[in-house]
């Protein structure tokens, strides 16, 4: 089936043959369906804290971390390109008749270009636009004179501020009096908060692209002698790319290798399940994980670092209790609290469980408390796309807490569709993991994923369908075998920018 040139282009990307059919096989046959047994609800499987259980944990936050090794992960490598999906779109059609200027002005929605140019000026990337326009008018004359295309060649393209392409951890998001911050550097005003060390460092990691690399590590160079001044703090930023070797193969709609114009094989970036193996690559003890694009200004932030806090405290709480009862377990301690602080840490045995003896059942709850934690915010549900948490049953017959997407669940299922729209809330991919086992060695993540809960998308390139395939997910399949606990956030710290005109949201202007 492979050609000598295709079994070159596998050992490059550093992939097998084996692998390579199995992820064939994954598009022949399906994925299969993730079984919805509840959704994770409010004391069950979701937990609420209340003002005092929060204070208290604010007010330990430092002595909790103060022995610990902090970092915060940022997936990054993402072009920005969907955020501009409708200014390219309008770019390709408008003429500047007439007949377009009233079909835009026509649709003056939130989302609309004319509400995108009626703004322009509050856009924060708006200074640099100015200077980047070369036109023989200035950008305000141009402006006036409806000059549209060009304003957005000089946004867009290369031949300006090249926001097309650039990736969004790069762009002017948020304007200040004296300043216009990037999304890198709101990340770093937000770590200098939350995830400083004891002797004053704070540890960020970036994904990105190799194509950006570079701009991300000047920007960063740019800006670090004033945030550092300004928060009392030394940055200590490091990087890394998404490895080739997650790369999949894509088909076509045949589900055959689909190939190039020169009759090379596609290989595709496998979706944000690949950074699994760069966060497996971190050193760090506690690891906050957020995307890039969820950043808020300065004065929408005290919640955002609050709950931060909250979840970073409450996963060092469930890591010294795992350790209490793991060492207790050897030494005569009571079966049933494990079993208690198993189910808490969302994992219920299956019934075989049961008819183990003592000797099994301490062997089964100690493999099961030492695995990587993870602490996950829930937002309540307001219509938002996405995955959720859920109580999942297994093969094997256990029951386990789940971030699930929705392309994993067979909604013609009806009893699988009930369970899916009884969910009440969403994941705003907003987590702090613990990444050592019991005796302080690292994890190897790798083993604590689950490989079948990969996706098929459709796609296309030159013209033609295609269908691709995603790794599991970083927060779902990915942590699938991890010790979960769900705790729920308020909304207002979930303020992602999939659209440009969402910067003119309140909660980014």
Known sequence: MFSTSDLAQVKKHELTTDLIDYQLDKFRNGFPSTSLYAPALENSGLQKLNTSEIEEILESYEALTEEYDLLKFVPASGAATRMFKTLFAFLGDYKGTEEDYEKMIADQGSGSIFTFFKNLEKFAFYEDLKEAYSGLDSLEEAHVKREYVKIL???????????GSLPKGLLRFHPYENENRTPV???????AQYAKQADGTVQLHFTVSPDHMEKFKAHIEDVRSKYESKYEVKLSVSYSIQKTSTDTIAVDMESEPFRNEDGSILFRPAGHGALLENLNDISADVVFIKNIDNVVPDHMKSDTIKYKKVIGGLLLKYKAQIHETYNSLDNGGSIEEAINLLENLGLKPSDLFATMDDEEKIDYLKTKLNRPIRVCGMVKSEGDPG???FWVKSADGSVSLQVVETAQIDLTDEEQNRV???????NPADIVCYLKDIDG????????????TGF??????????????ELPGLWNGSMADWNTVFVEIPVVTFNPVKSVNDLLKPEHS
Not at 462 to 468: F, P, S, T, V, Y
């Open 185 to 191: 550097e709101e990340h770093i005003v937000e770590g």
């Open 441 to 452: 060695n690292e994890f190897d993540l790798m083993n604590f994923r689950d490989p079948d």
């Open 387 to 389: 995955g959720g948490p």
């Open 153 to 163: 060649e000089a946004l867009l393209s290369d031949k300006g501020l090249d926001y």
């Open 420 to 426: 899916f729209n009884e969910a009440t809330h969403f």
């Open 456 to 469: 098929v998308t459709k796609k296309s390139k030159d013209g033609k369908d295609l269908q691709a395939q």
